[in-house]
């Protein structure tokens, strides 16, 4: 069984650029959900996607975007890059309810 | 809101027993979970507690005491493969449809020969 695949899985951009981060979840699993990982804050939940609906939401700004398609992949936007940005980001799938995750190995994000 | 605590960094040694501590302050538990993050990659989850107790699985275990708001993971018989940092989660709320964790910033362990 073929498990959480994230593309691009390292990529460098500029301030002030954007960004397209795409996950495909594990087969059957139709919540996906999107974490930012780095070295002081830990993981911090940025949101959740289930048939295509979002129902989680975490703390970030409105430059932190999502969305999942029909066939459950899902892809995140980050629009006006910042230094900040700089991270890991983390795609996690997982059966309803069950709260186990299945992570991808992430998108290493460089903001120069 | 929650807020999520465990020790940054502990070093135990090959053969020996660690146990790693996490609290945490919730308005609507709903289940701790343990997952294991070797560098550079993918967390893995370990362990899964939503009722008080032991939760034993093979070499580790983890327990919970909701009216605490404590868990630890406890490693025995511990392997060099075992250094990797160890990522308390907890989610939150009880309504339907809610796959959403809160982690800890991770403790990250270092095994000696």
């Known amino acids: 069984k073929a498990g959480v695949t994230q593309t691009p899985r390292y990529l460098i951009k500029t301030r002030g650029q954007q960004v397209t981060l795409s996950c495909s979840p594990i087969s059957g699993h139709r919540s996906v959900s999107w974490y930012q990982q780095t070295p002081g804050q830990g993981l911090q939940f940025l949101f959740e996607y289930f048939s295509e609906t979002q129902r989680n939401k975490g703390n970030f700004p409105g430059r932190f975007s999502g969305r999942q398609f029909s066939n459950s992949r899902s892809e995140m936007n980050v629009s006006t890059l910042e230094l900040g940005d700089s991270a890991l980001y983390l795609c996690?799938?997982?059966?309803?309810?069950?709260?186990?995750?299945?992570f991808g190995e992430g998108s290493r994000l460089t903001v120069l | 809101g929650q807020n999520i605590d465990q020790p940054t960094e502990m070093t135990a040694t090959e053969g020996a027993i660690v146990q790693i501590n996490c609290t945490y302050q919730?308005?609507?538990?709903?289940?701790l979970f343990w997952y294991q993050q070797h560098a550079g990659e993918a967390p893995t989850f370990l362990s899964y507690n939503v009722l008080d107790g032991l939760e034993e699985k093979g070499r580790f275990s983890s327990f919970l005491s909701r009216s605490k708001g404590y868990s630890y993971l406890l490693l025995r018989e511990l392997q060099m493969k075992d250094s990797a940092s160890y990522l308390c989660a907890v989610r939150e709320g009880s309504n339907f449809g809610n796959e959403k964790l809160t982690f800890g910033t991770g403790t990250r362990l270092t095994i000696i020969p």
């Open positions: 919730t308005s609507g538990f709903n289940g």
């Open positions: 996690a799938s997982g059966r309803d309810y069950s709260g186990e995750l299945f």
